[in-house]
């Protein structure tokens, strides 16, 4: 944080917050209106008397819900090919291990309930990061709502920030960054769509809008070696700003701790997109 003060970054980062926002307003919209149609609530007639049933054939429901076993009434198996027949031992281990993997994680279990935002809005979201304790990665599922990537990108590979926001109990952010205790307040959810999925009649106090900004970073330092001034990439592989944006507190600001790229120059993020249709 040596370019900015921490008040300046958390303002930066919630305007390009509220940019994406916007931006995706139209998705969220038509998503809601989907998951509406899926729960039936999209069919209810407002104007029936309490003591008339509504009765309403939901066939988006039974559609989804009869494709969504067929898609995995088989397990999905890995296949690993050699290029070269002396790598095909390779590859048989190789595939042990990818299944192994998949049963470890409950895969099919997490992917039947993810098949869900899949058909319902065409889009789910898993953030696959590194377990150093147990040393594996996890898969953990991410509600598409609350995923928010540069407005300009195309696909996650060009995108130059994703931001995950979500809301926080105050007490819960207060054990986990215990020096920032006296900044942190609770209050009100101001954006419903980040709850969507939770019940929207409850009265939800106490919680503190967290961004988690996964970005690159094309800040550069210097550094002296054996006499030579050189220049360097300060996160040559992108870096990861949590914040709260509307008390103006970054919690944390540190490197991005992974170096998936596919090249030198392309700098990927820990989240993988399922689409059912773009």
Known sequence: MDKYSEAQLASIWNFKFKNAMVHKADYTKRWQTYYDAYRGDYFKNENLPDYRSNMVSNYVFSIIETVRPIMLDNDPKFQALPRQPEGLDYSNDLQEALMYEWDREDMNEKLYRELINTLVIGNSVFFIPWNSEEKNVNAIPVNPFNIFPDPLAT?????????????????????????????????????????????????????????????KDYECEDSIKDGIKKTKPKYPHG????????????????????????????????????????
């Open 155 to 215: 696909n996650m590979d060009n995108a130059e920030y994703i931001i995950y926001a979500n809301y926080m109990n105050v007490e819960v952010l207060r054990r986990l960054f215990p020096d920032k205790v006296e900044k942190l307040h609770g209050g009100a959810v101001n954006y419903s769509e980040l709850v969507y999925d939770n019940d929207r009649n409850a009265n939800i106090d106490n919680q503190v809008l967290v961004l988690e900004v996964w970005t």
């Open 239 to 278: 870096r990861v700003i949590t914040l709260c944006p509307e008390l103006g507190i970054v919690l944390d600001d540190k490197a991005n701790p992974y170096k998936s790229t596919r090249s030198k120059k392309q700098k990927r993020f820990p989240f993988i997109i399922i689409k059912d249709y773009d």
